[in-house]
């Protein structure tokens, strides 16, 4: 059963950092892509960034590019999202997420999400 | 802000059919496949067609998908209760280099 678990979450204050992590069960990890959604309070979801099954391609939102980073470690089955220069409008649930391939396709098998609150 | 366009809300009775849409561009579902997922409240989201039409093993029958040019439906035949959720349709988007995901659609079960 493909499972997957973020942590990582929690309250920073703005221009600080976060790392979330996605540890990932059931599948055969170094064979998928991941991708990371967010949905802010009250609003649709929202693609983040995307990491290739071996790594060797990151893609990312315009909203986020520069500020997040996306790594994955195949060792230990679990993708990271480096979180920097944190901004108010980063609040929101963040889930990760099996793409359907290697990472050019959509998600198809989703975290429960993790929280996260920019506020000072 | 979204690059696929979906109404904000539909609604229906209990047995009625809702279609809604997801319209984007050349860009994005032009070449690309879509995908939709069910997000009800405090849940996480749910694939419920991928591929623009295809339905992963468990889901019900009543939800149909389909692509045609530039644009995307999501249709829900004999409407329960438990459809009411928030709608989202997804795809790839070449020009950009990423994922978007539709403005979302709000079901209300009458």
């Known amino acids: 059963q493909v499972h997957l678990v973020e942590s990582g979450g929690g309250v920073v204050q703005p221009g600080r950092s976060l790392r979330l992590s996605c540890a990932a069960s059931?599948?055969?990890?170094?064979?998928?892509?991941i991708h990371w959604v967010r949905q802010a309070p009250g609003k649709g979801l929202e693609w983040v960034a995307v990491?290739?099954?071996?790594?060797?391609?990151?893609y990312y939102a315009d909203s986020v590019k520069g500020r997040i980073t996306i790594s994955r470690d195949n060792s230990k089955n679990t993708v990271y999202l480096q979180m920097n220069s944190l901004r108010a409008e980063d609040t929101a649930v963040y889930y990760c997420?099996?793409?359907?391939?290697?990472?050019?396709?959509?998600?198809?098998?989703w975290g429960q999400g993790t929280l996260v609150t920019v506020s000072s | 802000q979204s690059v696929l366009t979906q109404p904000p809300s539909a609604s229906g009775t209990p047995g009625q059919r809702v279609i809604m849409s997801c319209s984007g561009s050349n860009s994005n579902i032009g070449p690309n496949y879509v995908y939709w997922y069910q997000l009800l409240p405090g849940a996480a989201p749910k694939l419920l067609i991928y591929k623009n039409d295809q339905r992963p093993s468990g889901v019900p029958d009543r939800f149909s998908g389909s692509k045609s040019g530039t644009s995307a439906s999501l249709a829900i035949s004999g409407l329960r209760s438990e459809d009411e959720a928030d709608y989202y349709c997804a795809t790839w988007d070449d020009s950009l280099s990423g994922g978007v995901f539709g403005t979302g659609t709000k079901v209300t079960v009458l």
């Open positions: 990491i290739w099954y071996d790594g060797s391609k990151k």
């Open positions: 997420a099996r793409d359907q391939s290697r990472g050019y396709r959509c998600p198809d098998t």
């Open positions: 059931g599948f055969t990890f170094s064979s998928y892509g």
